[in-house]
């Protein structure tokens, strides 16, 4: 099987025409493209997205209504800015998504160089252990953590919440800046080296920038999961102020309420603000990649 | 200084926080799991089993196996929806590739509250659509609900490593066994299928986790009929405030899980390899 992998295939009539489908962005001949699956496709997107227009149409509706739009306003987006709880929650949630952001995308950095580059009986496993918080459900990792605080006496708090996400956001800084370390190539580090520079010169005039891309779109990727992030911070919120998502949970626990379709749409505009940032980020840096690719690693996980 | 020795420092911030903040909660978890509240509630560590057997309560029992069953649901839909959703994309998106999958991961950063919120507003008894068709059907607090959260919630987690397996496979293999004259039928289950077995195996897993483990949709859009283990060991350290109980859930659910956690890791860590090599 490997050896008829690795030989390019002798170009029949059928693959060049193929090749020269793809080349104008067309699916190759061949294939079947069954009109059920572009229906599928159409039905998946309205389901997709339904609920959320619902959400960002019902934030500017004037009435208290979610069945019927009875005309533009902002009042629900004042009730939101108006009060100054949920103001100070809007903060902390910023607060924690910020610092948990660049704590985490140091640490997160460090080890994937470390993982890459050690490549020793302790860095297998590091690299096993580093994988675990990815799959293992949140609630675990919430009444874990709120367990530990009250272990170690530590009052719960912005920091506990702060703890906790940066815990389970080296992880995805790892993934991400670890795939991009894999492809750079070797010999630029050796040639830095050969020129007198130290290690750690070369780590930081060679590597890092070289790594940049992949660290900053690992870094916005962190700051939307914090910002969204529930369960950990419903585990680890102490009295006030209380990050926003859990707010929400005990207001949606009230009952259907007009306000918050502002936060979630507020919310939302963030998320989508950093996570387009993040995709965006290879062309800032002039690479021709997609942002897509360098977010999702080659693990796609 | 040898770039092992080098290389290695890096592994001790990130290391020594994982140690800390992610493996000794979990040693504290199962060593609480294994103690009991006195009259205060205070939770007291010792080493009784009761609340181990007490998992296999009536009253808690059909909870887990409800977990599981949900799970599973939810698993086998996010596959039905997802492979043809990833099929699609992979096969005939074009150009309009990556467009199309930022469309299909941009939901998922939206916060799972307001997400699993908007259902609410659309099929609570007088949401949208009884509202829209002039019905009274009651669509919340039935499994069918939750088992709807958890899948418009964990969708991506199938589509991206399906999409993924497919992107990867040659396109001329499926030209190669229409050569051979397979059917569309017969193509995919001798051909595609077996090429994407393992972004399904991946996808299967990135699903099943959370979903067994979340109390957000059984929450929000069940009623009392529909409670998973994720709301138990919820209530356990919060409104019951049996820590030891609750920690005993959450060591339950953690073994029965690890099995898949295994799998997933080993298949990931073998990926790694190969690609760092």
Redesign the interface.
């Known amino acids: 099987m490997s050896t008829i992998e690795s030989r390019p295939p002798a170009p029949t009539p059928a693959t060049v025409a193929a090749d020269a489908g793809r080349a104008r962005g067309r699916p190759p001949k061949g294939f079947d493209r069954p009109r059920f699956l572009k229906l599928f496709m159409g039905v998946f997107f309205l389901f997709l997205f339904a609920p959320i227009v619902l959400v960002v149409l019902f934030s500017f509706n004037s009435s208290r209504s979610l069945q019927d739009f009875q005309g533009f306003s902002t009042r629900w987006y004042e009730t939101f800015f108006d009060s100054e709880s949920l103001r100070d929650s809007l903060i902390a949630s910023l607060q924690i998504a910020l610092i948990t952001m660049v704590i985490a995308t140091i640490l997160g950095t460090l080890l994937a160089y470390g993982l890459v580059r050690a490549r020793t009986r302790v860095s297998g496993g590091l690299n096993m252990l580093m994988l675990v918080p990815l799959v293992t459900p949140e609630i675990v990792a919430g009444a874990s953590a709120l367990l530990l605080f009250t272990q170690v006496k530590l009052e719960l708090s912005l920091t506990t919440i702060i703890l906790a996400h940066i815990t389970f956001s080296i992880s995805y800084v790892t993934v991400v800046v670890r795939a991009r370390l894999a492809q750079l190539s070797r010999e630029v580090e050796d040639a830095s080296m050969d020129l007198g520079a130290t290690r750690l010169q070369t780590f930081r005039l060679i590597t890092l920038p070289a790594l940049w891309p992949a660290v900053l779109a690992a870094g916005l990727l962190v700051f939307a999961l914090s910002f969204d992030d529930f369960v950990l911070s419903f585990f680890t919120t102490g009295e006030s102020p209380q990050p926003l998502p859990v707010r929400i949970w005990t207001q949606i626990r009230f009952g259907v309420r007009p306000t918050i379709n502002a936060i979630g749409t507020f919310m939302l505009v963030i998320s989508i603000l950093s996570i387009g940032l993040a995709l965006l980020l290879p062309r800032l840096f002039g690479r021709r990649e997609s942002g897509l690719k360098v977010l999702l690693g080659r693990e796609g996980a | 200084?040898t770039?092992?020795r080098?290389?290695?420092?890096?592994?001790?911030?990130?290391?020594v926080?994982?140690?800390l903040?992610?493996?000794?909660?979990?040693v504290?978890?199962l060593a609480?799991s294994f103690g009991y509240t006195d009259d205060l509630g205070e939770a007291i560590y010792s080493t009784r089993l009761g609340n181990y057997e007490r998992l296999v309560d009536p009253d808690y029992l059909p909870v887990l196996f409800r977990s599981v069953g949900f799970a599973f649901a939810a698993v086998a839909l996010c596959l039905l929806?997802g492979y043809?959703?990833a099929?699609?994309i992979a096969?005939?998106g074009?150009?309009w590739k990556?467009v199309l999958?930022?469309?299909?991961?941009?939901?998922f950063?939206?916060?799972?509250?307001?997400?699993t919120?908007?259902?609410?507003?659309?099929l609570?008894d007088?949401?949208?659509v009884n509202?829209l068709l002039n019905t009274d059907v009651r669509f919340l607090n039935t499994p069918y609900a939750v088992i709807g959260g958890l899948v418009?919630g964990f969708?991506a987690?199938m589509i991206?490593?399906v999409?993924?397996a497919l992107d990867r496979m040659?396109?001329?293999l499926?030209?190669a066994g229409?050569?051979l004259y397979g059917g569309?039928w017969q193509t995919f289950r001798h051909v595609t299928w077996p090429h994407t077995i393992q972004?399904v195996l991946?996808g299967s897993?990135?699903v099943f986790?959370?979903a067994?483990?979340?109390?957000?949709s059984a929450?929000?859009l069940g009623g009392p009929g529909e409670v998973m283990v994720?709301n138990l060991?919820?209530q356990q350290?919060q409104a019951s405030d049996n820590?030891p109980f609750?920690?005993a859930l959450?060591v339950a659910?953690?073994a029965f899980?690890m099995i898949f956690?295994l799998l997933?890791?080993r298949a990931?860590?073998r990926?790694?390899r190969e690609?760092?090599a």
Do not use: C, H
């Not at chain 2, 080098?6 to 290391?15: H, N, Q, R």
């Not at chain 2, 919120?117 to 659309?122: E, K, Q, S, T, V």
């Open positions: 200084m770039e092992k080098f290389a290695s420092l890096f592994l001790v911030p990130g290391g926080w994982l140690l903040l992610f493996v000794t909660p979990l504290f978890l609480i929806i043809p959703v099929y699609y096969i005939f074009g150009r990556n999958i930022a469309l299909v991961v941009l939901p950063f939206v916060n799972y509250l307001i997400r919120y908007a259902w609410i507003a659309m609570g007088d949401g949208l509202g418009y969708l987690f991206l490593p999409y993924a040659d396109p001329s499926i030209e229409k050569d569309p972004g991946a897993v990135l986790l959370p067994v483990g979340d109390f957000v929450s929000l994720g060991i919820q350290f820590w609750g920690a959450t659910m953690m899980l956690m997933y890791l990931a860590a990926e790694t690609a760092t």
